[in-house]
């Protein structure tokens, strides 16, 4: 098996957890397991043979496959995929313009499915999803949400244009602590370094994220979780205890 290059029609988890993910949430896309003759220790290794059994799925026991493709010598299983698009739904989403970074990717899936969105929207040129440091920085979150590239902004909003949009940007016109969300709407960030274009001001209702002179700016997934915080808000008000 060879190390995953853009493009590729298969890529794979790389963990015991994420790979666990992929089999409870998208079992049918799922070519093999590859495992490691030491994963008996691991607690995950019952859940990752029953999952297997159940979708009829084959576990391979192969070292040299692990120690391959993963960079961490932690690794345990690894669960090879077919990669996949769904178009989104509607309902609120995130939109990423030219994201570059693997590590804010995975790491806003994963705290977009915390708040309870499950569509996002990629404008490119932007970084891959299916790149295994996304999966794994994701933990599995990929497996559970709708994620479609668009080639534009324009072309995003042909198909959702009904949506309240809401740029993030240091120029925002209202203060984030000043905005009622309207829904369904779309968060709209920038790229890492560069942000976005002033045209976005344009687009709906401009918003910023006030903060003290002592920092420059917050990152990318700094910024899409206080988003996500704000405008997440009336589904979780009423909740007295976290489970």
Known sequence: ????????????????????????????????????????????YPKIKELCASHHIPIDVHDATINKL??????????VFKTFYEPLQKGNHIVLVNPMDMGNMGTIMRTMLGF?????????????????????????????????????????????????CYPFMLKGAKNIHQV?????????????????????????????IPHTNAIDSLNLAQSVGIGLFHFSQEAFNKQEVLR
Request: negative net charge; aromatic residues 12%; proline residues 5%.
């Open 70 to 79: 993963s960079p961490k010598s932690n690794c345990y299983a690894i669960g």
């Open 180 to 208: 009622k969300p309207v829904t369904p709407h779309s968060l709209i960030f920038g790229n890492e370094s560069s942000g976005l274009d002033d045209i976005y001001m344009t687009y709906g209702q401009s918003v910023f």
């Open 116 to 164: 309870g969105y499950q569509d996002l929207a990629i404008i490119r040129p932007a970084v891959d999803i299916f790149n295994p440091h996304v999966v794994r920085s994701s933990m599995g979150a990929l497996f559970s949400l709708r994620i479609h590239y668009y080639e534009s902004i324009d072309e995003y909003l042909k198909e959702f244009g009904d949506h309240q």
């Open 1 to 44: 098996m060879k190390l995953y290059k853009k493009g590729d029609d298969s890529s794979y988890t790389l963990g015991v957890f994420p790979t666990i993910e992929l089999l409870e949430h998208k079992p049918d896309i799922v070519k093999r397991v590859v495992v490691h003759s030491s994963i008996e220790e691991n607690r995950g």
